[in-house]
């Protein structure tokens, strides 16, 4: 199988630390259970292992439809080739192909994902579509370097798991732990905790100034769950942005968008 090279690149890149990678995540990528997955491919999107659950985005990928077409509308605008570009919560790879191809084989993906099927599920899919161009980390971003926890899984939708009190653990860094400059695009979708991935990330933004696409408080239940005031934490999260130097656009959904004034 081409897992050598795969690992290879993945771990050794200036980017990554070899020394945060523990060995047992890398028996995890190489016990990858080809058997229970297919290969589905989306028009204009790229190619994707797909296992046999019910999930609100595989679902749509295995009807040959693209996942999110306005995100990909806007990656498409605002990641420039040759840059840097940014994807917290990269989930399978959905948006993560649309910004390599965006970027071209000159720029750079450095993608984040802290749950460790998921994380598994893009590596492959990655590496199927010969996406070279994409750095992939298995962790969460926030506000500071700790260990999270992740909440269960939500029947039929994966991406939506949340960081709280689960036994399954995961290693949270800040945006501003990596030396990243000419960032043209960053996309945040992170289940409630955009605003404190913003607190760990002022100094990349600052010093870039790319656009933003973000969800803000796209989990309503968890929300509710925490008895969290919604949208006044939606207003907080614009507050940030705005004061970075940001004007905040509504998309839809829960999504908006931030361009530099």
């Not at 009190?165 to 860094?173: D, I, N």
Request: include cysteine; charge should be neutral.
């Amino acid at each position: 199988m081409f897992f050598p090279l795969l690992l290879a690149f993945f771990f050794n890149h200036q980017l990554l630390d070899p020394s945060l990678t523990r060995p047992e995540e890398i028996s995890y990528l190489e016990a990858f259970p080809q058997e229970e997955y297919q290969i589905y491919s989306v028009t204009g999107l790229g190619s994707f292992y797909l296992d046999n659950k019910s999930d609100t985005i595989k679902d749509i990928l295995k009807r040959n439809l693209q996942w999110d077409t306005t995100a990909i509308a806007l990656i498409q605008r605002y990641a420039k080739p040759g840059t840097v570009v940014i994807d917290v919560g990269a989930h399978i790879g959905t948006l993560t192909l649309c910004l390599s191809k965006a970027v071209g084989p000159q720029g750079q993906v450095l993608a984040f994902e802290p749950q460790p099927k998921i994380f598994r599920e893009l590596i492959m899919n990655l590496t199927l579509n010969e996406s070279n161009n994409v750095i992939a980390r298995h962790c969460a971003l926030g506000e500071k370097k700790k260990k999270i926890h992740l909440d269960p899984v939500l029947p039929d939708n994966e991406g939506a798991r949340t960081i709280g009190k689960g036994s399954e653990t995961a290693r949270m860094f800040r945006l501003d732990d990596f030396p990243l400059n000419n960032v043209s695009f960053i996309k945040i979708d992170a289940e409630n905790y955009e605003s404190y991935i913003l607190d760990g990330a002022k100094k990349t933004i600052s010093r870039n100034k790319p656009v933003i696409l973000i969800e803000i408080m796209g989990h309503k239940l968890k929300a509710a769950q925490e008895r969290v005031d919604a949208d006044q934490k939606r207003k907080e999260t614009i507050k940030k942005l705005k004061k970075l130097g940001y004007k905040v656009e509504f998309i839809g959904y829960d999504d908006y968008l931030a361009t530099p004034q």
